[in-house]
């Protein structure tokens, strides 16, 4: 076999079958195949797509690339949630001591922030001595012991997405339905959970622009994980605007503490309690959502979803009390910006405000760049609310002057003001 006619074929809009898309996998995490092949290839997959047994034959060759976790050998029933992205997305750590909390165990290894999308272990990070490198020994007693754990994927798994992702980062082809799909879906396999929950985002700051393509990802990746014998639900979540208020890894957790404390936004919970549910009826505790809802908001209500957030903290290490009395390092140069009439927040673009947080240090702009932790923003109004000349629409933190100006001229673009009462977005109860 050899690479450039695999391009070719792909380029012309022919299937490739499973011993082909093994070999390109293969040889691509071996070093025989160069990037600038798979750049081809990928840009070929790019524009012609992929048939639902390509993608899953493609997912199946990425989670065999490396090591794969069997939770169940070591007694472990386990169900795991992914996000495929989106701005101020801090649902996991919300979601995953509430879901622990009511008796299911999380084995939840997570990611890195790279544009403007942010990730959980970034945002984990901001927490002072808290350990996102578990060995998998020390992962899966802690798992075993109270229920959660959350680890940085390590190396050995799924490697195959590790390259391409990096390579898709640079080459304009992350926005690829089939691509995301064997990215997510390959580590979700690998991983080991037994049920998988998918928060599928579509909008301006998420990779699916709208609806319907949200639609068509979900319904591959759930194909995928019901084939392989992994309980798959997804829900489509909107990302228009950003969730909830904080954008930025110290303020993504001080959202979290409120959340589980109970006075976080109502918007951001909704999500949750979405997610949990369908987390719940993954793991049997139930069979219909609105009885998820009442189990997880007990365990809010109750303490014990933020009493699992503690022991979580404590068991990797962070400095629980720094988290308690909300002490986390906040960038020392803050500005706010005013409304400059009354009016209604007509939208706020996701997509501008996590380019806006990313100049301001919350992200990377390439995998090399360092975080201010104490960097970001928050949003004091949303979406349809009215707002008064000289009131206080969001807040930014940095540690340099020079990027609160920039980073405020794209904000003032993303904060679109009118005189109209908007029609608010759907709520997210579209599930797949
Ligand atoms: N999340 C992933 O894990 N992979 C993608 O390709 C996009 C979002």
């Not at 060759?61 to 169940?72: E, N, V």
């Amino acid at each position: 076999m050899r690479m450039v006619d695999l391009i070719e074929k792909k380029r012309n809009g022919q299937l490739l079958n499973k011993e082909e898309i093994q070999f390109i996998i293969r040889g691509y995490v071996s070093g025989d195949i160069p990037d600038y092949q798979i750049s081809a290839w990928l840009m070929a997959i790019y524009f012609q797509g992929m048939l639902a047994e390509e993608t899953a034959e493609l997912t199946l060759a990425m989670a065999q690339s490396g090591k794969q976790i069997d939770l169940g050998k070591y007694g472990l029933h386990c169900i795991d949630k992914h996000s495929t992205g989106g701005v101020g997305d801090k649902t996991t750590l919300i979601v995953a001591p509430l879901v622990a909390a009511c008796g299911v165990k999380i084995a939840k290894m997570s990611g890195r922030g790279l544009g403007f999308t942010g990730g959980t272990i970034d945002k984990l990070e901001a927490i002072p001595g808290f350990h996102t490198e578990l060995s998998e020994e020390a992962f899966l007693k802690q798992v075993a012991d109270i229920g959660l754990a959350v680890t940085a994927q390590s190396a050995d798994i799924v490697p195959a997405d590790k390259k391409l992702y990096a390579l898709r980062d640079v080459t304009g082809t992350v926005n690829s339905i089939p691509l995301i799909a064997s990215s997510v879906m390959s580590k979700k396999i690998a991983a080991g959970a037994q049920g998988i929950v998918l928060d599928v985002k579509y909008g301006s700051g998420a990779f699916m622009p709208d609806i319907e393509q949200a639609r068509t990802l979900a319904e591959i990746m759930v194909d995928i994980g019901n084939k392989l014998e992994r309980k798959t639900i997804a829900i489509l979540s909107d990302m228009n605007q950003p969730l909830g208020n904080a954008v930025g890894n110290s303020l993504e957790i001080l959202e979290v503490v409120d959340s589980l404390q109970g006075t976080g936004p109502a918007d951001l919970l909704e999500v949750c309690l979405l997610l949990g549910s369908w987390m719940l009826i993954a793991a049997g505790k139930t069979d219909c959502v609105g009885e998820g809802k009442r189990l997880l908001q007990k365990a809010l209500d109750s303490g014990a979803a933020w009493q699992k957030f503690c022991q979580l903290i404590s068991a990797q290490k962070g400095d629980l009390l720094k988290v308690q009395n909300k002490e986390l390092f906040l960038a020392p140069y803050v500005k706010t910006y005013q409304a400059p009439e009354d009016a209604f927040i007509q939208n706020i673009d996701a997509g501008l405000v996590g380019r806006a947080a990313m100049m301001l240090g919350a992200g990377r702009e390439t995998k090399e760049s360092t975080i201010d932790f104490g960097a970001g923003l928050v949003i004091l109004k949303k979406t349809g609310e009215k707002v008064l000349t000289g009131e206080s629409l969001l807040k930014i933190y940095t540690s340099d002057a020079q990027k609160a100006e920039s980073s405020m001229d794209i904000l003032r673009k993303a904060l679109v003001l009118g005189q109209e009462r908007p029609v608010l977005p759907m709520a997210n109860t579209i599930v797949v």
